[in-house]
């Protein structure tokens, strides 16, 4: 076997590769970004009832402001930021868990929406929906993605935009 001559042997030939040291084996990612939705808790009473949910993240990307921050947040709110980057982004934003309009009805022998299994399908369901989201590239230069994660309050009337990368 020819060793070199061949044009096709040399641009498949593998880089040269230094061994890993215990400290690049277990040092911090170059980057991460980290969300978990938990912590659900219900509100109110009778028809005046939500539930929402606690949104952490941590983070080393530049792109944010705050590396880690904790907001809560209802499902309207994540409907809010799926309306906000379908309008604003060029990405193709995942669905959400369905509203469950069946748990809604009237005269049910459980608490519907309420449930403890419902609001733990729903909070996973959740959490993957904001991971998806959020590991997109393009959706991370949005200000709505931003203002969700790390604003206590959303303000609706915002207006739409990239974020700066300071």
């Known amino acids: 076997m020819a060793t070199g001559g061949d044009p096709a042997e040399k641009q498949t030939k593998r880089l040269a590769m230094s061994a890993q040291t215990l400290d690049d ?3 911090a990612p170059a980057n991460f970004l980290e969300i978990d939705v938990v912590n659900p808790e219900t509100h109110g ?8 949910y606690e949104v952490r993240m941590r983070t080393n990307l530049p792109i944010f402001t705050l590396k880690e ?19 604003d982004s060029k990405i193709l934003v995942p669905a959400l868990p369905g ?3 069946k748990r809604l009805l009237p005269f049910r022998s459980d608490d519907g929406i309420f449930e403890d299994e419902f609001i733990e399908e729903r ?6 929906f904001v991971n998806k ?10 200000k709505c993605l931003h ?4 604003d206590a309050s959303l303000d609706r009337n915002y207006v739409p935009g990239k974020v ?3």
């Open 133 to 142: 989201v959020s590991g997109h590239p393009l959706a991370q230069n949005e």
């Open 25 to 27: 084996a277990y040092a």
């Open 45 to 52: 009473l009778a028809n005046k009832r939500y539930t929402d």
């Open 99 to 101: 509203k469950a309009l």
């Open 164 to 166: 700066k990368n300071n």
């Open 123 to 128: 909070r996973a369901a959740l959490e993957v």
């Open 147 to 150: 203002m969700f994660l790390q």
């Open 69 to 87: 921050s904790s907001v809560r947040r209802r499902y309207s709110d994540f409907e809010w930021l799926r309306t906000e980057l379908e309008r």
